[in-house]
């Protein structure tokens, strides 16, 4: 498939098959908590703004809003991670499990905290997060019991995705375990990547950086932008490096305001212009790529027509405040006939 453009109708046949599908989430999950509020004056203490609170909200966040993306889509996802003995915790299950999100994966340990972001915005402008977190490394013990729990559910998966925050669960020996584990199985797997982990993160089938994540991950400096990615020649060396040194089955680099870069071995890279038409918050928009993609890689779409589907629903959740999501008739709707 040459073309940039993807019909409704097989937007329409990629989402129906992926409600037959399963999709298995692996990583850092977090309690994504907002606080709505206006502004009408400046502190007296402090040149800082005053938020006068209107309400609070809280959503799943990390590897969670991964899960709440496929879901939303309509595809059945599990969820596997850590979670601390607190009440985010209880929150977080809750809202797990209003949205259908399997969370029997979750494995439970005092040793941490669940991590929760607080988002103050203001007049639809994040003013300032505040992170409440443990960062280190998953127990050996806690690492052992997830690996377990998703043992048991991978024989019923079609695809995996890995969702690296950098807070501790993703280790390089439960990557290992899962990369091996897949392979036998033959399951897609999908990973959004940490760079200052600086895990092995070779023989995936997808990675899904952003720009400055691709650049770090190939140890290059980001010194020619061009509006024209072609003609972004370290763009472009990064592009090769990291096909040729993690060897993916795809590289998906996300550009922002300037799209995607599909790269695959032995191909020329494949642009996809933005279809934003506004931006107002970009949490959570890389968590809707990669599950949008995979759950299309499920359904038996092509990687072009995967992108393509991933880029209009990054689309839609950057055009509104928080970590959201995006649903089958909005996504078909942003598609021409």
Known sequence: MNSKNLSRSRGRQILTAAEKCRVLVVGDVMLDQFIWGGVTRISPEAPVPVVDFAS?????GGAANVARNLVALETPAELFGAIGADDAARKLLKLL??????CAGLVKTRLRHTSIKTRIVAHQQQVVRIDRETRGPLDSG???RLLEAFKARLSKADAVIVGDYGKGVVTQPL???IKTLCRQRG????????PVHHLNLSNLSLITPNRKEAFELAVLPDETR???PFADKNLMLVAERLLNELRPAVLLITLGELGMLLCQRGQKPFHIPTVAQEVFDVSGAGDTVIASFTLAIAAGASPVEAAILSNHA????????GTAIT????????FSP
């Open 327 to 334: 649903t089958p008739r909005e996504l078909l709707q942003s």
């Open 175 to 177: 990557l290992n375990e």
């Open 226 to 228: 061009n509006a024209d």
């Open 314 to 321: 990054a689309g839609i959740v950057v055009g509104k405040v």
């Open 142 to 144: 806690g690492t052992d």
């Open 56 to 60: 609070e909200s809280f959503m799943p």
């Open 187 to 194: 399951v897609w797997l999908s990973l959004d990547p940490k």
């Open 97 to 102: 499990a209003e949205q259908n999100i399997g």
